[in-house]
């Protein structure tokens, strides 16, 4: 069976191609019973529009490569619900790589450019000069969500200002009368880790605190979460405080405290977690926590993206939105 084409369409309505092609494109000047005869041609011949050549003639696909990692992970999930309709509110559509870590992030680039995508999100992994490198040979501007910091590569990021919320955090721990703090994330190289964790141990310290200690998991799983309870609450002096790098790892550990060392939560021992995931908010967890506000922070990324494809040589622009910190029931009452 051959392809209706556009050209079919137009002799069928008695109209021009350039006539089909204004009807089908979003914002063209149609007059309205041009569009009526094209559109009833269209349905009764089964024509539907190549988009793909019509961007590639226009050179632009109007398709953005979006790379996460640690799908396991919830927030990223939600994370790439909210990117998804950002995207296609702008007129973009997503095109999706699972990326396992930042070391296979730059094998699979030169993958995703293949695609002639128009830009590239990059979501929970580092993106090196080396990447930065490779795109801008192509004139694919780059734009990094959950990760702040990189505009010195002239990328734009947009991130949770994840200092301020671990000094948040410490503040209220040290509020309800807590003085021994530990810190658990997945990895110590991570800007998460630099960031988020920086803020929590900074203030301890400026509070007067003994040493916050620290304990990475070498992953962000609920198994991990269990793993860092067994190996910090196994030792005297047990932490009475914990700050997690993410809610999943302050389950694991909430589940480790209670049912391998009977701790009271929260008069033994304090969890916090980030991200407030669903599961944060469910019984028997009742996760204290902190928000990212991901609705805000995907439609940002969405925008840098659009500016920097209509500003070629734009600058980097970084953005840092506020977080909310959440009290449930694994942080003492005030």
Known sequence: MCRV?????????????????????????????????????????????NFIARSLRARRTNLVGVLITDFENPWPQMALRHLVSALQARGFHALLFDVEDADSLAGIVPLVLQYQVDGLIVGAADVSAAIVETCSATGTPIVAFGRHGRRRLGISSVASDDAAAGAGVADLLFERGYRRFAYVAGEGGSLTWNSRGRGFVRRAAALGL???????????????????????????????????????????FLDGARDDFGLNVPADLAVVGFDDIP?????????????????????????????RLEEAAGQGEERLLPTRLVERATVRPG
């Open 5 to 49: 084409t556009a050209g079919d369409v137009a002799r069928a309505a008695g109209v021009s191609e350039s006539a089909v092609s204004r009807t089908f494109t979003p914002g063209a000047s149609a007059s309205a019973r041009t569009r009526e005869r094209v559109l009833k041609a269209a349905e009764q011949l089964g024509y539907r529009p």
């Open 210 to 252: 003994d040493p916050v200690q620290r304990h990475l998991s070498g992953e962000t799983s609920y198994e991990a979460g269990g793993r860092a309870a067994a190996r910090l609450l196994g030792r005297l002096p047990r932490p009475d405080a914990v700050f997690c790098q993410n809610d999943v790892l302050a389950l694991g």
């Open 279 to 307: 599961a944060a908010g469910h019984r028997p967890y009742r996760l204290t926590t902190v928000r990212q506000p991901v609705d805000a922070m995907m439609d940002a990324t969405a925008e840098l993206l659009a500016r």
